[in-house]
């Protein structure tokens, strides 16, 4: 089955700069790569996915980028603000009809 | 995106108990999922709920720990059976629907299980 590696497992940057969180999948066949933030306590909410067919998706200051070839992706996060503190996820799945697999987690601190 | 609601949404057990969790969506969704997400761990599948048919579990899942119903298209349960400390998570029901043009999974708020 599939296996997904996440890094790093916390990350503390200063508000402003820039956030990157790493994740690489095992299994060739998948093709969607969703993230989620999960504040405490709270259900994980999709912030920005992408699919095999595309190597870069962008939403205001939050960015993933896919390499199929090397079978990683990366989640991008500029001017962070300290509402961007959370646990944040990545997972894969090989289409519309698998459940997700996920990564162990980044927790994301952001210091004033 | 879905409405998607659990009840309960904790829950305080002893163990050899057994609970039924219960996952209602606002529209008719095709895809629905069980996630048990351990204290400080991340998410793992436990099975695809399949209308109409047996539920799909994942690798050390069971049917008989955690039998699942899918009456409909918009309502699913799943049952831990003959619970034990752990077996104590949040459990999580996800449902694929269409966002945008593109099928996107979104979780319910999850229910809390302690189990003494």
């Known amino acids: 089955g599939e296996n997904v590696e996440q890094h790093p497992s916390t990350l503390s940057v200063q508000e402003g700069d820039s956030a990157v969180i790493k994740c690489t999948y095992s299994d060739s066949a998948s093709n969607y790569f969703p993230w989620y933030k999960q504040e405490l306590g709270k259900r994980p909410q999709l912030i920005i996915d992408i699919r095999s067919n595309v190597g870069e998706k962008k939403d205001q200051r939050i960015a993933v980028t896919l390499n199929k070839t090397a079978k990683h992706f990366s989640l991008h996060i500029t001017e962070t603000q300290p509402e961007d503190s959370a646990v944040y996820f990545c997972a894969a799945a090989g289409g519309g009809a698998d459940g997700l697999t996920f990564g162990k987690g980044t927790h994301l601190i952001i210091q004033p | 995106s879905a409405v998607i609601s659990q009840k309960p949404s904790r829950d305080i057990c002893q163990r050899g108990t057994s609970l039924t969790i219960q996952c209602q969506v606002d529209s008719q969704v095709t895809m629905m999922f069980w996630y048990r997400q351990q204290p400080r761990q991340s998410l793992t599948l436990i099975a695809t709920a399949n209308q109409g048919s047996e539920a799909t579990y994942e690798s050390g899942f069971v049917i008989d720990k955690f039998p699942i119903s899918r009456p409909n298209l918009t309502f699913s349960t799943l049952t831990v059976s003959n619970m034990s400390p752990e077996d104590s998570s949040i459990y999580l029901c996800?449902?694929?629907?269409?966002?945008?043009?593109?099928?996107?999974?979104?979780f319910g708020p999850g229910t809390r299980l302690t189990v003494l």
């Open positions: 996800s449902v694929e629907a269409r966002d945008r043009g593109t099928d996107t999974q979104y």
